[in-house]
């Protein structure tokens, strides 16, 4: 059974505080994804990695950073945490497509940060 | 403007009814387009991709339309385990996976 795990269900912080969201996967994807997810705006993609000390930005990098030293694990890193990042967090993991309609993600359960 | 626009609903349907939930895309290049499911207080999981001839799944089918960069899904007989929100997204650039803000569906007894 595939798996994506994330670190923390539920994680409370106070402005100002570095946060790491942590997330393995045990599919040997190549493709590892961190979301937010807020009411209304759907998910939305921050960063994305699609090999070991690879990344790319997503639509949203500003006020993160992420870190993927090994093939399993994909680290979010909020510097220094601010209150309008209080939201769901959620890691994906897929394979790399080789047709069309394949790409399927696998997402863990999510990690609700709220900021103080 | 978003790259993926849905109803957010909700859609209060019987059971047994047949629903229908739309999906606009802004991206022309987009390459792939699913239908993912999320229950509440879930990660959402793939429903089924969606194929240019359109594709049935069950009690579930999908359309495309790339013309009018729209996609559709379509559920018939509808049972009470089919509450959800349904998420629609398309993917581009082979690793850029757009998501929907999602239709609610409930059903009702």
């Known amino acids: 059974d595939v798996k994506v795990t994330q670190s923390s269900r539920y994680l409370v912080k106070r402005t100002g505080e570095k946060v790491f969201l942590e997330c393995v996967q045990d599919m040997d994807h190549e493709n590892m994804f961190w979301y937010r997810q807020d009411p209304g705006l759907g998910l939305r993609l921050i960063y994305f990695s699609y090999d070991v000390k690879m990344k790319e930005k997503g639509d949203i990098p500003e006020g993160y950073s992420v870190s993927r030293e090994k093939k399993e694990r994909f680290s979010l890193i909020l510097e220094s945490a601010s209150t309008n990042q209080t939201s769901m967090y959620l890691c994906?993991?897929?394979?790399?497509?080789?047709?069309?309609?394949?790409?399927?993600?696998?997402f863990g359960e999510g990690s609700r940060l709220t900021v103080l | 403007r978003k790259e993926v626009e849905q109803d957010p609903g909700p859609f209060n349907v019987p059971e047994g009814a047949t629903v229908a939930f739309n999906c606009t895309y802004s991206n022309s290049a987009s390459q792939s387009f699913f239908w993912y499911r999320q229950d509440c207080r879930k990660e959402p999981k793939l429903l089924m991709s969606v194929y240019s001839s359109g594709n049935e799944d069950g009690r579930f089918t999908a359309q495309l339309n790339r013309a009018s960069q729209y996609i559709s899904l379509l559920i018939r007989d509808s049972k009470l385990s089919d509450s959800a929100t349904y998420l629609c997204v398309v993917r581009y650039n082979f690793n850029k996976f757009y998501f929907g803000s999602g239709t609610k569906l409930n059903v009702k007894p």
């Open positions: 994906a993991s897929g394979a790399v497509a080789v047709t069309m309609n394949t790409g399927e993600l696998f």
